[in-house]
């Protein structure tokens, strides 16, 4: 059966445990610009790195009884990818159809405190449920609201970011993530390669590789091997200049390696996930 309409990205999510603060700190010494910190209905507290039409996200729980288990189950580092939607009833009707797993529409909101007031920007998600060989959380967001993510005053990042275009999956058996992407998107949306496949998103893409793969493209900038059979690596992000993006790494104290063509962020530098540049 056909699957949803071709898929865009809309934003990764890393995982910062109860680290919050101390990740805060870190990205912006990655030189991201992130939004006011905000706190969600679910119980999770988060900051945004937003570019042009998707955005980073840095996630921590709220301790107390509406903590969000599965972020606190979930080891640091990039745990999240969101596809967009602008139907989310559409897209449970047809992953149910599909025989996925898959939770209802789950509607939530966070206060956004604007110098005309304060806002609520509201989201339906859409999550595959365990069950699935996902190598982290996947879900479907349907912004309500979009004019409170996307602003400009928040596009502006003092190392030249963009938007992302890759994230890269570790896996053990690519083939399963290749089946679970056609069963999502359909055949066309999937791309396959001697040692993996990539999942089409618009401007962007989602690589599967090999372990071995990873670790020949980002050497020691990968995450360490920690047994998982999945692991969400890394993120590629398009930069209007590595010069910039060096000054303000420089600026930070981050401890990056540039090579030809891209300037790598070890994952030890930025909460579990490696982070590269590209022009």
């Known amino acids: 059966m ?4 071709l898929p865009v990205f809309d934003h990764a999510v890393v995982n910062l445990r109860e680290r919050i603060d ?8 990655l030189g991201f610009t992130l939004t006011p910190r905000g706190f969600h209905t679910l119980g999770s507290a988060n900051h945004l790195a937003v570019f042009a039409t998707d955005y980073l996200e840095i996630l921590s729980p709220q301790f107390g009884a509406q903590a969000r288990q599965e972020i606190l189950a979930a080891p640091e580092g990039l745990n999240a990818l ?3 939607t602008e139907d989310s009833a559409a897209a449970y009707a047809t992953l149910q159809a599909a025989g996925l797993p898959v939770g209802p529409p789950l509607e939530f909101s966070r206060p956004v405190v604007l110098a005309q007031g304060t806002r609520n920007a509201v989201f339906r998600t859409v999550r595959l449920l365990p069950g ?3 190598p982290g959380r996947m879900f479907f967001c349907h912004h309500l609201t979009r004019d409170l993510v996307w602003r400009d005053e928040w596009r502006r990042h003092p190392n030249g970011a963009l938007g992302i275009v890759r994230a890269v999956i570790a896996s053990r058996n690519p083939t399963g993530l290749a089946t679970l992407f056609t069963r999502m998107f359909g055949a066309e949306a999937v791309r396959h390669r001697a040692d ?3 999942l089409l998103l618009g401007l962007a893409a989602c690589d599967v590789t090999t372990p071995e793969g990873m670790r020949a493209a980002f050497a020691d900038a990968a995450p360490p091997d920690d047994g998982r059979t999945e692991l969400m690596a890394a993120l590629t992000l398009r930069t209007s200049s590595l010069d910039r993006t060096a000054t303000a790494l420089a600026a930070g104290g981050v401890a990056a390696r540039r090579e030809p063509g ?3 962020v070890p994952a030890t530098e930025a909460c579990g996930v490696t982070l590269e540049f590209v022009p």
């Open 196 to 198: 993996g496949c990539s």
């Open 82 to 84: 969101a596809f967009g």
């Open 132 to 134: 699935t060989n996902a």
């Open 2 to 5: 056909p699957g949803l309409p």
């Open 22 to 29: 101390a990740g805060e700190a870190i990205f912006r010494r």
């Open 262 to 264: 891209r300037i790598l």
